[in-house]
């Protein structure tokens, strides 16, 4: 009777569990996208490709809506474009250049950048919070796996959970998935002031100089940059938002 009832507690545990895990992917997006959503972007691709609109971030991806709309060269009319989750590694920077947005933005845009820059006593104990909050549903996922791996051993549904073990990997996954660490001691220090964003672009290694606004476990949002797409071009002001895999907050500049 004990192992039935201890075998139906722990599988009703992990379908509890995978369900949260998936409730919580669902709804999440990436803080350093959703700060440019609604403003006009340029999304510039590893291939040198660039997508601009009107940017809609959902956690599967994004789309870019176009001002109006586009003739290809099969003739057929586009009005947005779709970039998936899964092509994300595929993207160098996306980019709100300042002279792109409307008035109503650029005012959104400025008010946002004195919050941020130098933040004063009560932000930084917001974000303080935020950070606690942060550590502990970091450490759920770490809960899990250990008592999963206790119950495994040392309960009766050890035998259950072990021929589940393929069900348990995709559930812890999910979960860490859902949850993506974002806190990064290095880089908490530095949110508000000005630093240098070491960029790999191709076969170069470049330097930005401008306001760290925030990172997340894939991205970096640096604000208030001069910024060029092709070499050739003139440098604009920008924000960025630049994946973390080959963006780099390397020096305090301030």
Partial sequence: MFGESATAITILFILIAAGVGAFVRKRSRDKCLRDFER?????????????WGALRVENTGLEFIYPEKHKDQQGHEETSYLLYKYEYPEIQAVI???????DPHKKEREKELKKTYHPGPWRRFKRRLLNVFRTIRDSVVEIINLLISHAKKATPAGKVLTSQDKYVSQMKQELVDATGTSFEPLLERYIGHTVVLEMIKADKVLEYCGVLKEYTAEFVEIMDVDYAIKDDQ????ADLVVPRKHGLIRHLAE
């Fill in 39 to 51: 403003n006009r972007v340029t999304m510039e691709s590893k291939s040198g490709k660039t997508i």
């Fill in 234 to 237: 003139p440098t604009r002001k």
């Fill in 96 to 102: 709100r250049f300042h002279d792109d947005l409307s």
